[in-house]
């Protein structure tokens, strides 16, 4: 019996990673990604370069919290080593990492003046944002995590084109053996 397309993909977590190996070359791979990509009814678009593959769905299907995919080549003894990383498009990304670096920028400031404060015997009453500060970084992460649920789906759709495409089973127990391969 086959296992359900969940038990091939990496669980929750901010950009989950995935490593196979195959027995296929770049150039084998670039070219099965390639030819399917090309089909009429195929459920992604992307870019195939040398080394490199980006899997995206159709924009008439994307949303704000719609992933990519990822994937990076590199030849080991066994074959081909696939890292494959699942993440928002670059610029939602880049936005939350700017309010995550923000907020901790703030939480510093902050923190520096209050107890900078407080050491010179003044009030430290700035020090209350600090724990409103950490509420803001912690919904942040919760919106991130609900962001990624909303797109679990479409991070179905992408993985499960890659292995019909490539012919590969990337399951957990082929990812044990890629990261023993790879380190």
Known sequence: MEKPIEDHLPP?????????VTEDNFGQLEEK??????????????????????????????HYWSPQLSITMDEVEEG?????LYGPRPAVWTMFVFFYALLGFSILVIGIIG?????????????W???LLVIAFLSLYL???FGQKA???QMVTLHQF??????LNIDREHQEEAERIAT
């Open 12 to 20: 929750y977590r901010v950009r989950p990673r995935f490593q196979v």
């Open 33 to 62: 990604v390639s030819k399917a990509l090309k089909e009429e009814d195929a459920p992604c678009t992307g870019r195939v370069n040398p080394g490199y593959i980006t899997l995206y769905l159709p924009t008439a299907e994307q």
């Open 80 to 84: 081909t080593l696939l890292r494959g």
């Open 115 to 127: 107890m900078a404060n407080l050491s010179l015997e003044k009030s430290g009453a700035i020090l």
């Open 129 to 131: 944002l600090v724990p």
């Open 143 to 145: 919106v991130a995590f």
């Open 151 to 153: 797109g679990h789906d």
């Open 162 to 167: 890659l292995e019909e495409s490539t012919g």
